[in-house]
C-alpha cells in the first residue's frame, strides 16, 4: 500500500503560477497528477515515471511542467499561466505502470483555485 501526501495548493490570479508537490510512502515507477473541476469528470493532468517520461493532457501542454525526485519518491507540478478554467481539486496519483488506465493509489486531493 502506498500513501501519497500533497501540499501546495491555494489561490492564484490568472496568468499566475503555483507548485504542487505529492510524498510517496515508498518507491513507484509511476507517479503524477489527475484534477477534477465541478461537475466535471476527472482528467490526467500530468504524469511521469522513474525513466523520466511523461504525458500531458493537451490542456496544459506548455504551461505545466511534471518532474520527481526519485531518492525522495515525491513528485511535483509546476503550473504557470495559470487559467480560470484550471481550478478544480488536483489529485496526486501513483501507479506501477506509467500509462495505466485506472491508477492505483490516490491521495486526497487539494484546491488550486484560479480567479481574480
Known amino acids: 500500500q502506498v500513501q501519497l501526501v500533497e501540499s501546495g495548493g491555494g489561490l492564484v490570479q490568472p496568468g499566475g503560477s503555483l507548485r504542487l508537490s505529492c510524498a510517496a510512502s515508498?518507491?513507484?515507477?509511476?507517479m503524477g497528477w489527475y484534477r477534477q473541476a465541478p461537475a466535471k469528470e476527472r482528467e490526467k493532468v500530468a504524469l511521469?515515471?522513474?525513466?523520466?517520461?511523461?504525458s500531458y493532457a493537451d490542456s496544459v501542454k506548455g504551461r505545466f511542467t511534471v518532474s520527481r525526485d526519485n531518492a525522495k519518491n515525491t513528485v511535483y507540478l509546476q503550473m504557470n499561466s495559470l487559467k480560470p478554467e484550471d481550478t478544480a481539486v488536483y489529485y496526486c496519483v501513483a501507479d506501477g505502470y506509467l500509462y495505466s488506465r485506472s491508477y492505483a493509489y490516490w491521495g486526497q486531493g487539494t484546491q488550486v483555485t484560479v480567479s481574480s
Open positions: 511521469i515515471n522513474t525513466g523520466g517520461s511523461t
Open positions: 515508498g518507491s513507484i515507477n509511476a
